[in-house]
Structures are given as structure tokens and as C-alpha cells.
């Protein structure tokens, strides 16, 4: 069986074509996770995996008209943030991917001239898997990305998990480019403060 | 004038996206240099992106939605056959 990992997109593509069905099982288990994420963070989680599975049929269909002019990954990315989108609309759920929340101006840990009060604590582990290596903290990250602004764990995903390209987050959360660094800069940083509050008290 | 501890914080996550460049990246790194909480928060904030990549590429497949779509992927790979050979 053909490993995805040594072949050219262009290969893939051909082999998809002609209804590799092992390898399209690995295709589908390789861009899960990145699909599951971006579909998760604008749809919520309760329909992200039928968003996720409607995403795949589209993506299906149209694949004989895929020219390549992205990367398959991004290709389907798009795809499904695209069919998340339109399910939230449905949803009536209300689109406030755009909605700015900030309270950075008013952050404790600098002092009045923008110098650190309250640095960062030295982390044990330098590398995701060390970090990872204490379930509770994977867990605890989980867990504090659900109470991020929508908006900010949109941008998030798209970015961290889906591997987007800035230039496609404006054109799917709707916002420019300097918002969209705003967005991505709160995220990593609440991030950031969950994994040093817990490396000081080994508490979430 | 080098750029304040709060904008090289708001830098640590631009950079990670788009490098900086010219007298932006002298600048930023002339700081960083200079202040060891900012090299810190830096190395964590990357650090942090790199976690939630790595954490978000461990989720395995809902077997129901993997099982649909290979029927739909059989499905549709088998009417373009059928059409090829009429």
C-alpha cells in the first residue's frame, strides 16, 4: 500500500481519481483532526462532526475540479469552514466571528509603562509532548479554550490546528488583517497563562 | 526608540505568523536581548502555538462520519465507473 507521506499531492489527487480506497482511509485520518478543529470552532462542537462529514461529500464532489492551486489540506479547510459557516447561519445562531473583546489594555501584569509586573514563571519542558506528558494540563488547556471569545478560538484553530494562511482567517472570520492578529495574539496568549498557571501550582 | 514590553508581547504572537523584518526585527531583538522576561514570554508563546498544534492533531476520527464518507467515496467512485464503461 502506497504511504501518503512519500507520495506528491499530485499523486494523491490521481490515486483519489481513480478510487484508491486505502488510500483515500488515509487521506481521511491525516486532515480528521485540522477539519474537526476549524468545524468545532465556528460550528460549536454538538454538529462539528456532521459539518466535517458534509464538508467531505462536497469536497468529493468537486474534487475532479481541484487544480491545485492550494494545498489539498488548505482546499479542504476552506471547504469546511465554508460548510461551517453556512450550518451557523441555519443554526440561527448568531455570526459574531468579527466581535472584538479586549481587556489587554488593562492587563495586570504590566505596570503603567507597559514593563512586566508579573512575568511568566520558568516552565519545566520545552517541547509540546513535555508539556502534554501531565493529562490534567491537556485537559485544563481544553477546557479554558472553551470559554475563549468565539471569535479568538476561531482564528485559533484555523490557524494552529488548520494551518491556514493569514490572508485565508480574514476571509473567513470577515475581519482585517490586523484584527486577525489581534485575535490570534489573545488566544496563544490565554494559552500561554493557563500553561504557566498550572506549571506554578499544578492546578487548572 | 526600542519597542516597550507589552509590544514585544504583542510581536512574540505576529512573528509566529509572518517573520519580522528590517528595523522591526533589530529592534524586537535588540529587546529581547536585553530583557529576560520578554525572551521568556517569546519562547512560550511559540511554545504554546506548538502545544495546541500538537494537541489538536491527536483528535482521532468519529468512526460513524469516517464510515459515511468512505461509502461515499465507494458510491461515487463506482457511478463514474459505471458511466466510463458505457
Redesign the interface.
Known amino acids: 500500500m502506497a504511504e501518503l507521506s512519500t507520495m506528491s499531492e499530485e499523486q494523491i489527487l490521481k490515486e483519489l481519481l481513480k ?1 484508491n ?1 486505502a488510500l ?2 488515509q487521506v ?2 491525516q486532515y ?3 477539519m ?2 476549524v468545524a468545532y470552532a465556528i460550528a460549536g462542537p454538538v454538529i462539528a ?1 456532521e459539518v ?2 458534509e464538508a ?2 462536497s469536497a ?2 468537486a474534487l475532479p475540479k481541484f487544480e491545485g492551486r492550494s494545498s489539498l489540506k488548505s482546499w479542504l479547510i476552506r471547504i469546511v469552514a465554508n460548510e461551517a459557516k453556512t450550518r451557523r447561519r441555519k443554526e440561527n445562531r448568531s455570526v459574531s466571528l468579527e466581535a472584538m473583546q479586549d481587556s489587554w489594555s488593562t ?1 495586570p501584569r ?1 505596570s503603567e ?4 509586573k508579573n ?2 514563571s ?2 519545566h519542558g ?4 513535555d ?2 506528558s501531565a493529562d490534567e494540563l ?1 485537559e485544563c ?2 477546557k479554558n ?1 472553551q470559554k475563549l471569545p468565539e471569535n479568538q478560538l476561531a482564528a ?2 484555523l ?3 488548520g ?1 491556514l494562511s ?1 490572508d485565508e482567517l480574514c476571509n473567513i472570520l470577515e475581519v482585517s488583517s490586523s484584527n486577525v ?1 489581534v485575535l ?2 489573545r488566544a ?2 490565554k ?2 497563562r493557563v ?2 498557571h498550572f506549571q506554578v501550582t499544578g492546578e487548572c | 526608540m526600542l519597542p ?4 514585544i ?2 510581536q ?3 512573528k ?3 517573520p519580522l523584518t528590517g528595523m522591526a526585527w533589530f529592534k524586537h531583538k535588540v529587546h529581547v536581548l536585553m ?1 529576560k ?2 525572551a ?2 517569546v ?3 511559540e ?13 482521532t ?2 468512526q ?3 464510515k ?3 461509502e ?3 458510491d ?3 457511478s ?2 459505471s458511466h466510463g464503461t458505457k
Open positions: 478510487g480506497e483515500f482511509q481521511f485520518s480528521y483532526s485540522s474537526q478543529s462532526d466535517v462529514q467531505w461529500v468529493l464532489k492587563d504590566f509603562n507597559s514593563g512586566w512575568p511568566s520558568q516552565w520545552d517541547t509540546p509532548e508539556l502534554l491537556r488547556i481544553e479554550m485559533l484553530r490557524r494552529d490546528s494551518g493569514m492578529r490570534l495574539h496563544r496568549d494559552v500561554l500553561i504557566d | 516597550n514590553c507589552k509590544q508581547a504583542e512574540a504572537s505576529e509566529i505568523d509572518e530583557c522576561h520578554c521568556r514570554y519562547n512560550q508563546m511554545l504554546s502555538s506548538r502545544t495546541i498544534t500538537t494537541m489538536d492533531s491527536q483528535v476520527p468519529n460513524e462520519v469516517k459515511n464518507v468512505e461515499k467515496y465507494r461515487l467512485h463506482c463514474d465507473s
